[in-house]
Nanobody, 129 residues
Framework: EVQLVESGGGLVQAGGSLRLSCSASGFTFENYAMGWFRQAPGQERERVSLISSSDGSSNYGDSVKGRFTITSDKAKNTVYLQMNSLKPEDTAIYYC??????????????????????WGEGTLVNVSS
């Protein structure tokens, strides 16, 4: 059984930084895309960033480009999201997610939440103004 455990959320002032971690276990497959979505109250779940286990390529939602960076430690099945220059509009529950598959060139792949196979419970990021 695949399990995703997020950590690192919390309360931060605008302009500050947070680092989220997602540790995965129970994988029986080698190739996947893993990363983060977020959902604010009353809004659709939106893609933040995903990274491919196959070639290390990644993508970002337009609202976080230049501020957030995704990295991975494939040996530990762990993905990190460094969030800098946080804004109040970044406030949301951040969910870790995994999609099975061999994804190459993630920067060209627009993958919505319906493509993801596994989800974590989420961690709250609250950015105060």
């Amino acid at each position: 059984e695949v399990q995703l455990v997020e950590s690192g959320g919390g309360l931060v002032q605008a302009g500050g930084s947070l680092r989220l971690s997602c540790s995965a276990s129970g994988f029986t497959f080698e190739n996947y895309a893993m990363g983060w979505f977020r959902q604010a109250p009353g809004q659709e779940r939106e893609r933040v960033s995903l990274i491919s286990s196959s070639d290390g390529s990644s993508n970002y939602g337009d609202s976080v480009k230049g501020r957030f960076t995704i990295t991975s430690d494939k040996a530990k099945n762990t993905v990190y999201l460094q969030m800098n220059s946080l804004k109040p509009e970044d406030t949301a529950i951040y969910y870790c997610a995994v999609a099975r598959g061999n994804f190459l060139g993630m920067e060209k792949i627009n993958m919505g939440h319906r493509f993801m196979n596994y989800w974590g419970e989420g961690t709250l990021v609250n950015v105060s103004s």
